[in-house]
């Protein structure tokens, strides 16, 4: 019993001073969350904007014309049934473990991602099901009674790589309400000055 109430306590003093750290923030996400701790496969990140108020936007994400197409702006509601979300709902549900889908080129996604995204270039999204619940069946068409939530993004609403993933996926069979999309992407990412990564190969 002693060992377990020394435990606890040895635990919530390691995250006392992060949780001190968080409540200090200037800067914070929103009035009710300095910061958000969100799982990665090296571990937890936690996600909170730059604190130096005197931040510009990343060069890359502050273009404001690109030619269209390709790069055209995408309607709010990419296709029916899939729910468009903003930064808190993504937050809340990396937080909660969330899959993110970082449907950019592995190029975009090596120089910086959302923390805790896994990359599935819209190029694959039709052959890679299989790694968010979907199975083959003998007939080569997919099963996706068993789908996984994800939640989609790419380089902002002037960026097609998640919208077409999407419609690759709903295409296969893929549940709609098993989607979420990230319309602002990578460019409202840095807009708000939120934490990056950078990402797998």
Not at 30 to 49: F, Y
Not at 55 to 75: E, N, W
Request: one cysteine or more; charged letters at 20%.
């Amino acid at each position: 019993m002693r060992a377990m109430i020394l435990t606890a306590l040895l635990a919530l003093l390691a995250a006392a001073p992060q949780q001190l750290f968080a409540a200090e923030l200037e800067v914070k996400i929103n009035a009710q969350t300095p910061s958000v701790t969100v799982p990665t496969k090296d571990g937890p990140v936690e996600v909170m904007r730059n604190q130096d108020q005197e931040a510009t936007i990343d060069p890359t994400y502050a273009k404001t014309s690109r030619k269209c197409p390709p790069f055209c702006i995408q309607p709010m509601q990419v296709a029916p049934g899939v729910t468009t979300v903003g930064e808190v709902e993504l937050l809340e549900f990396a937080r909660t473990g969330g899959k993110l889908i970082d449907g950019r080129t592995v190029e975009w996604h090596v120089d910086g991602t959302i923390p805790g995204a896994i990359n599935m270039p819209y190029t694959q999204m039709a052959d890679r099901l299989d790694e968010i619940g979907c199975v083959k069946k003998a007939d080569g068409k997919w099963n996706c009674e068993n789908a996984e939530t994800v939640l989609l993004f790419c380089n902002g609403p002037w960026c097609g790589q998640s919208p077409m993933a999407i419609k690759a996926m709903l295409r296969e069979g893929y549940p709609a309400e098993k989607i979420l999309y990230y319309r602002g992407g990578m460019q409202a990412w840095h807009t708000l000055g939120l934490t990056v990564v950078e990402g797998d190969m």
